[in-house]
């Protein structure tokens, strides 16, 4: 069973520029689909970027589209989640997910292994 964990997060200021990252044990990333969710405080958990299984077919959700990139190293076996422009409202628990399956899947309950996420405040 593939075990992720995230770590880059910490705090920026606006303006600023994030990588963060995915950091697999137990299994190859590349055999999975991937994708990022974040969490801020109050609420509910949402997506944010997610790749296929083949890193052919990316996609950022309209909260992040033009400030976000996914991406995925396999020698390192890692995902990385870009982003730019940080707005205070970026300010989140970012967690990574994996999938069973190819396609690409912008849905919680599609996703069977999860992080434990890392802290990203963003301060005006």
């Known amino acids: 069973q593939v075990q992720l964990v995230e770590f880059g997060g910490g705090l920026v200021q606006a303006g600023d520029s994030l990588r963060l990252s995915c950091a697999a044990s137990?299994?190859?990333?590349?055999?999975?689909?991937m994708g990022w969710f974040r969490q801020a405080p109050g609420k509910e958990r949402e997506f944010v970027a997610a790749?296929?299984?083949?890193?052919?077919?990316?996609y950022c959700s309209d909260s992040v589209k033009g400030r976000c990139t996914i991406d995925r190293d396999n020698g390192e076996n890692t995902v990385y989640l870009h982003m730019n422009s940080l707005k205070p409202e970026d300010t989140a628990i970012y967690y990574c997910?994996?999938?069973?399956?190819?396609?690409?899947?912008?849905?919680?309950?599609?996703?069977?292994?999860w992080g434990q996420g890392t802290q990203v405040t963003v301060s005006s």
């Open positions: 997910a994996a999938g069973d399956g190819s396609w690409l899947r912008v849905k919680e309950f599609e996703y069977a292994y």
């Open positions: 790749m296929s299984r083949s890193g052919l077919d990316t």
């Open positions: 137990g299994g190859a990333l590349s055999s999975y689909a």
